[in-house]
């Protein structure tokens, strides 16, 4: 499994215990994928930035 895969995993499943409904997990994901820039080879820095995340 890549890199990304396990970020967006590891964000569902937060969202999931969080009691977040499937609307709400698919528009964190969409947000998440959208805010990766794949010009750069910095991916921690993504990552990083991605998981910052909501309250």
Excluded: C, P, W
Aim: glycine share 8%; net charge negative; hydrophobic share 40%.
């Amino acid at each position: 499994m890549s890199d990304l895969e396990k970020l967006v995993r590891r964000r569902m499943q937060e969202e999931y215990a969080k009691g977040a409904s499937a609307e709400e997990i698919s528009k964190v994901v969409r947000d998440l994928l959208n805010s990766i820039d794949l010009s750069g080879d910095g991916f921690d820095a993504i990552a990083a930035r991605a998981t910052t995340g909501r309250a």
